[in-house]
Nanobody, 134 residues
Framework: QVQLVESGGGLVQAGGSLRLSCAASGRTFSRYIMGWFRQAPGKEREFVAV????????YYADSVKGRFTIARDNRKNTGYLQMNSLKPEDTAVYYC???????????????????????????WGQGTQVTVSS
């Protein structure tokens, strides 16, 4: 099992920046693929960004590409989402999530593409509110 705690949310004006953190505990953070999702009031949860185990492969939703950056520090068991040029439509509760792929007999993770689907992810944080005012 692993526990996730997000932080860094808050109220910011349009055009501003925030940096979200996702602290993991319980198991080795580097074994997981990490994603960020968000959910606005009255809307379904949507994919934001994902990063692979080592941090050298990322994928973004079109709506945030060029403005948001996902990163991770496996030594600190922490993931990040740097959000720049924020817009009112970015207002949502932001969640980090971990994907734990099946293991090969030698214990290595089975490769699979980075996923934008929430059902792929095994562990979720409680979320942090981001509000962008116009």
């Amino acid at each position: 099992q692993v526990q996730l705690v997000e932080s860094g949310g808050g109220l910011v004006q349009a055009g501003g920046s925030l940096r979200l953190s996702c602290a993991a505990s319980g198991r080795t953070f580097s074994r997981y693929i990490m994603g960020w999702f968000r959910q606005a009031p009255g809307k379904e949860r949507e994919f934001v960004a994902v990063i692979n185990w080592s941090g050298d492969s990322t994928y973004y939703a079109d709506s945030v590409k060029g403005r948001f950056t996902i990163a991770r520090d496996n030594r600190k068991n922490t993931g990040y989402l740097q959000m720049n040029s924020l817009k009112p439509e970015d207002t949502a509760v932001y969640y980090c999530a971990l994907d734990d792929p099946p293991r090969l007999p030698n214990g290595a993770p089975q490769w699979r593409p980075l996923s934008y689907m929430s059902r792929t992810y095994d562990y979720w944080g409680q979320g942090t509110q981001v509000t962008v005012s116009s």
